[in-house]
């Protein structure tokens, strides 16, 4: 069965960047026909899909974060990374990595999420 374990910052100051790194098991990354992606919650805007990396490496993102949003991975390591850059205070949420399909906020696998808080 695949897992996923997000880890990162918990708390990140305005302006800063968010990396956040999922770190995968009992699955490769870098095989198959699905997605890896990060998803994440707040009261204010409920479920967001917020981009996904395929197997081969390609990307996509939500047009509302993909001008400071990237994804990287290391498949020596098994993990995919979400850049989240110039951060605000919108940007608090529970954040989520999951395999599944490319869009959308519907998952296989997921996480089981860690809080971020955006704050001075």
């Known amino acids: 069965q695949v897992q996923l374990q997000e880890s990162g910052p918990g708390l990140v100051k305005p302006s800063q960047t968010l990396s956040l790194t999922c770190t995968v098991s009992?699955?490769?990354?870098?095989?198959?026909?699905?997605?890896w992606k990060w998803i994440r919650q707040s009261p204010a805007k409920g479920l967001e899909w917020m981009g996904a990396?395929?197997?081969?490496?390609?990307?996509w993102y939500s047009p509302s974060l993909k001008s400071r949003t990237s994804i990287s991975r290391d498949t020596s390591k098994n993990q995919f990374t979400l850049h989240l850059y110039s951060v605000t205070s919108e940007d608090t949420a529970v954040y989520f990595c999951?395999?599944?399909?490319?869009?959308?906020?519907?998952?296989?696998?997921r996480g089981q999420g860690t809080q971020v808080t955006v704050s001075s």
């Open positions: 990396i395929s197997t081969s490496g390609s990307t």
């Open positions: 999951a395999q599944g399909t490319l869009w959308g906020t519907s998952y296989y696998y």
């Open positions: 009992g699955g490769s990354i870098a095989t198959g026909f699905h997605y």
